[in-house]
């Protein structure tokens, strides 16, 4: 027998305190990141996402960074000394009875899509070029 919490596969259903409370990290640190980004010459970087464990004791920040001229590996080690800082900005900022420990990962969707979407252009170019050929034999 299923309970009101459960999925229509009889599984628990998952909790929305930690998307609540990743939505809440994410807002709360955008901009100070945004900051800290700038002043350690990074350029353009976002807090993409935020991922929360379900004990909310550990909280993955995924960035995206605009900008080739610095590696994925290089924006991620400039940001590493700044997490106690954002971490205590978040302890004053969000009442939890733990501070989540923060952790960087690089987001590569952005990238993932910006690769589809050059695939599916690559392939729409080339199917307009056949269709703008007239028909021959071998078509048929």
């Known amino acids: ?18 998307r609540r409370v990743a939505e809440s990290i994410r807002r709360e640190l955008a901009q100070p990141l945004q900051r800290i980004a700038s002043d350690a010459g990074l350029g353009m970087l976002t807090l993409s996402d935020v991922d929360v464990s379900p004990d909310l004791r550990d ?43 923060l952790s960087f990962r690089f987001d590569e969707s952005v990238e993932q899509g910006a690769r589809i979407d050059a695939l599916l252009h690559e392939s729409g170019a080339t199917e307009e070029s056949t269709r703008d050929r007239p028909e021959t034999d071998e078509d048929r």
Request: aromatic share 4%; proline share 8%; charged share 30%.
């Open 1 to 18: 027998m299923t309970s009101r919490n459960d999925d229509a596969w009889g599984r628990p259903a998952p909790s929305t305190r930690p």
């Open 59 to 101: 909280a993955r920040l995924f960035v995206t960074h605009l900008g080739g001229e610095v590696s994925h590996d290089e924006v991620l080690r400039r940001l590493h000394p700044h997490l106690g800082e954002l971490r205590a900005l978040l302890g004053r900022a969000v009442r939890l009875r733990y501070t989540p420990r």
